[in-house]
């Protein structure tokens, strides 16, 4: 005998216990059953990521120049009012701990559809299942591809959590009996408001929906009556918007540059382009927020089942459709919202609906459209997040009609979220560890430099980077807590014709950036070729020249490299919490110690090194990373050993001869003539000679 919702007794004898079980997780229990759902949609990424981008920029900003530096980057970036007071209250929460700065961000979006549940249930008490899965896309709401940004974007989902959080609060003031009650819960209220609003302006187009939530809860004999009713109790937070829209629009242009200005408007010819374009960009955020979520969520081109991140996210992402799914379809029967009229989910939609156009306009206001194929688009999608969240469930709720299907499609959707987020996670795993590998490797062999110091590469140091930020991040490595002005390390990227004027005439470098100001005295640079997947990182030398394996751009660089820039002795370490722990041993770490210790003379250590590469068995990358060894060798006099290492680094010598012919002459002229040197020098000719015999 099967029960009529299509759960069998051999499976669950009816569904007393299964509806019992629901009521605990869905119930007043349901934040730790949020919890379970978001630490199963987190836990993959959080170990294994670091900071990346404008994460860079905070952190070296208040490790290096405390928290003036901070407020000089809010002015910077036109954000004058809370955020550096919030960024700060991180740092003395969390320290520097990446980890930390992780969990931290992830517990405000979680917050933030805890409260999300909250105003559900408490306006419309009988839509559990909306307010479940509500709570639960938005906690993991895919598109937005940068999570992992944990400082850069901390404040957003702190935003969302007050305004949700503030919304629940405006709701419990009006269904308050006493005065006393109200005037507190409406303060509480505005607080959030006020407090979410100074942050950034994500979030100011959505506090105009409290006027729907209002006439939502508001109580009137007729129509008028109750929208009557509803102004006049919004009167206290239509005051809040508009001193704050005052504030934002009229003061604060006049005091600190304002990078969202509505001057773009002044491009087009008429108030007809205008309307078009605005149009334009309306049908991309509601195609967008549609299908392209989901679509670009699946990413089925680049579906690779091989990859283990990929089979862990499908995993992660069944077991959440199945348990939503069982615990729906078995434990909702006879629940009280199926026989409920329709008019709640109609609510809901109504004012899910106006969350979502009103939280498209802030990327309209500025002129961008929301995508995730554009770089860092995708997050002026974010203030659309709280509608979204609530209009999807409640319109499965108000016009499909079957029960099962509702439920699956619902699952479905968090299960996509699910995957999205892991399988999103693999990219930023990879480009922490590319950051790691670049970091540790130039410490191993740079352990400190010289103030008004220059790094010059040859690309950026790895995905989610580029520009300030690699700057940043090498600023954070060498710096001691003496400023930013001068700013005494940087990063950068030289490509041909980059600083020509200032290398034909013998000038500083110099770079100012946001709150970075940067100068290097002509020469006074560490030339570098970045770490890749088949070398290793390389501080250049006058050898370098006939390196192969470098473009010529790179090589002319070579001319105003200076090795005294380095500092061997200083005993610094890189922050842990930071950094994390030293990379695992490799061939790169032989040679990078190996190269320093060449260059202070301790040939010994070079050739200990060598030897645990042997015998741990590290494969070599290319050919010219041999070149410590072989001069440690020869120095030492053990000409055999360096002709054997020639001979082992032999395997482009069609590419290499005159590279290692060089490294040769260079050995010969320092040391003193012998037989062995003799014989070894007779041993690698045909490596170090032109295959035409020149």
Known sequence: MYSKNGCGRPFFEYNKRMKKVYRIFFGGWFPLTLLAIFTLTWVYQVRSVGFYLDDWLYLSAYHQGGFPALQAYAFDDSRPGLLPYVIGLGFKLIGYNRLGWQLWSLFWRYLGGVGLWLLVRTVWPKRGAVAAFSAILFAIFPFFKHQAFAIAYNQIWIQGALVSFSFWLTVRALRSERSGDRCLLTAAAMLLSAAQLLMTEYYLPVEAARLFLIHFVSAGENGRAKAVLAL???????????????????????????????????????????????????????????????????????????????RIALIFAAAVFVFLTVSFTCGTKDDPEDAESDSDAGAIVRFGAALTLLGFLPGMAIDKNPSTTFIYHDRFM???????????????????????????????????????????????????????????????????????????????????????????????????????????????????????????????????????????????????????????????????????????????????????????????????????????????????????????????????????????????????????????????????LAAELTERAGWEAHITHEYFQALWEELTAAGEASPERTAAFERVRPLITAPDGN
Request: glycine share 6%; proline share 6%; with cysteine.
């Open 382 to 640: 974010i203030p659309a997040f709280l509608g979204l969240s609530l209009l999807i469930p409640a319109a499965f709720a108000k016009f499909v009609n079957k029960r099962w299907l509702r439920i699956m499609a619902l699952a479905g959707f968090c299960a996509v979220a699910v995957n999205f987020q892991i399988v999103n996670s693999f990219d930023y795993r990879t480009a922490w560890k590319n950051q790691q590998d670049f970091q540790w490797q130039l410490y191993w062999r740079v352990p400190d430099a010289k103030p008004g110091t220059a790094f010059l590469g040859d690309g950026i140091i790895a995905s989610f980077l580029g520009g300030w930020a690699d700057g940043a991040m090498v600023l954070e490595m060498y710096g001691k807590g003496t400023g930013l002005d001068p700013t005494p390390y940087w990063y950068l990227v030289v490509g041909e014709g980059d600083f020509e004027h200032e290398f034909q005439n013998q000038l500083p470098l110099t770079n100012k950036v946001k709150i970075y100001n940067f100068r290097s005295e002509f020469r006074n640079n560490i030339v570098l070729t970045k770490n890749e997947w088949d070398r290793c990182l390389w501080v250049l030398e006058d050898l370098d020249r006939l390196n192969p394996y470098i473009s010529p751009t790179t090589k002319k660089l070579i001319n105003y490299q200076n090795p005294d820039r380095i500092i061997y002795d200083s005993g610094r370490r890189l922050t842990p919490a930071i950094f994390g722990a030293a990379r695992p041993r490799n061939w790169c770490y032989a040679y990078a110690n190996a190269a320093r210790a060449v260059a202070v003379g301790d040939d010994a250590e070079a050739l200990r090194l060598y030897d645990e590469a042997v015998v741990a068995r590290w494969d070599p990358l290319k050919p010219v990373e041999f070149t410590p060894f072989i001069r440690a060798a020869a120095r030492t006099g053990d000409w055999s």
């Open 232 to 310: 006049q109790r919004y009167v206290p937070y239509g005051l809040l918007l508009a001193a704050y829209g005052v504030a934002r629009f009229a003061v604060m242009p006049r005091w600190v540059a304002d990078r969202n200005s509505l001057s773009w408007i002044r491009e087009f010819s008429g108030p007809l382009d205008l309307s078009l374009h605005m149009l334009q960009m309306g049908l991309q955020y509601l195609t967008e927020s549609v299908w392209g979520v989901w679509y670009r969520s699946i990413r089925p081109d680049r579906m690779n089942l091989l990859i283990p991140s990929q």
